[in-house]
């Protein structure tokens, strides 16, 4: 807000600048940012600019250790050991100057002043972030140059704003089931002297699917599974089901130059996960037989996934599902399904996990 203490004194500053953005809490990737720049002037003075910047970062930074420490590891983790890595992209900077006088003008007169500035944020701007190793920001600012007040001739003023996802929750199908993933898993080496199927003998067949792919920030995981296991020996014996967050940071650092003097730089990529709903839950011990699974999974904490198209940043979201074996076992292959999904910005409602659709067939071959 502005003062409301300005007046013609000498030891007041007689000028006042603020920024007023019409849309601060609904600003998305292609959406129109606008609003005013609020001024108020004690006595006629002399502007000669006044400009609203929009600027928007993506910074990623962390550390990892050189290579070649050699055997003393005695100041393993000093900062002499490591190295820096960063990577800093401007998403956007744009400039609107929303007060330049006419220079016949030599004095703005007192009084309040409201001059309309506006932006647009192209259609591919990554939306605000911020983990560990990187930061995706926005802010907004304002510089005046008031030559006509020597004591105080340059005036600054920084807001941070926030870009959000734009999610349109109608167009979206939250109920969509996604599609059975199958596949045989190579569990052990094949039997042979049996009359058992070349295809199948000594594998565990999983079958996986969701009641769907697209998810709210606070919500349930619904999966189905179905297993069938044609070894000799090995046991299934639980289903281990998660939901993660991945988020990947491109950093940087310069390693010499080429034949032409410009920087060379070593691009390495870091990659940090977060479980935000896991559970485990034990089969029954049936050889030669079809288990049926069905399970459920609340998962709360989560941020939405973006990708940031040729930026230093990504998020993403995976659900795991795998078949644990018996205690003492290890299958010769994992058996695993890593599934991809979406989680939106928009909060969910609904008091009741979703559920699977009522109908025949599916994943565990009976009605639901």
């Known amino acids: 807000m502005i003062s409301p203490s300005i007046h013609d004194d000498e030891s007041v500053i007689p000028y006042a600048f603020d920024l007023s953005i019409s849309n601060e809490q609904y600003i998305y990737p292609g959406s129109k940012l606008s609003g005013h720049v609020v001024a108020r002037l004690a006595k006629d003075l002399e502007i000669a600019t006044v400009c609203v910047t929009l600027r ?8 990892k250790k050189k290579p070649d420490l050699g055997k003393d590891v005695s100041n393993a983790y000093s900062k002499e050991n490591f190295q820096k890595y960063e990577n800093t992209i401007i998403v956007i ?3 609107f100057e929303v007060c330049r006088p006419d220079k016949k003008i030599t004095d703005t007169k007192a009084g309040a002043y409201s001059w309309p500035f506006s932006f647009t944020l192209p259609k591919n701007a990554p939306i605000s972030f911020a983990g560990l190793k990187g930061k995706i920001k926005y802010s907004i600012s304002l510089s005046a140059t008031v030559p006509g007040y020597q004591k105080t001739p340059n005036f600054t003023l920084k807001k941070q704003i926030k870009v959000i996802p734009f999610v349109d929750a109608k167009t979206i199908d939250f109920q969509k089931e996604q599609a059975t993933l199958t596949k045989l898993f190579a569990a052990e080496a094949a039997v042979t002297g049996k009359k058992k199927s070349k295809e199948t003998a000594g594998k565990i067949k999983l079958e996986f699917v969701l009641s769907k792919n697209i998810y709210f920030l606070k919500d349930y995981i619904n999966f189905k599974i179905k297993v069938h296991n044609f070894t000799a020996e090995k046991r299934a014996a639980a289903v281990h089901i998660l939901v993660r967050q991945d988020t990947e940071y491109i950093g940087k650092i310069q390693d010499g130059v080429d034949k032409n003097g410009l920087s060379k730089f070593v691009v390495y990529k870091q990659l940090d996960s977060k479980i935000i709903a896991e559970n485990k839950d034990e089969l029954p011990n049936i050889k030669g037989a079809d288990i049926t699974f069905e399970g459920m999974l609340e998962f709360a904490n989560a941020r939405p996934d ?6 230093n940043i990504q998020a993403k979201t995976v659900v795991v599902i795998e078949i644990i074996p018996g205690e003492g076992q290890q299958f010769n292959e994992r058996v695993m399904f890593e599934v991809p999904i979406t989680i939106t910005a928009v909060e ?7 559920t699977f659709k009522q109908k025949t ?6 009605k639901k």
């Open 93 to 95: 900077h744009k400039e």
């Open 361 to 366: 067939g599916g994943c565990c071959g009976k």
């Open 348 to 354: 969910s409602n609904a008091t009741m996990p979703s």
């Open 56 to 63: 928007g970062t993506s910074k990623v930074q962390f550390s």
């Open 306 to 311: 973006f990708k940031y198209v040729k930026g």
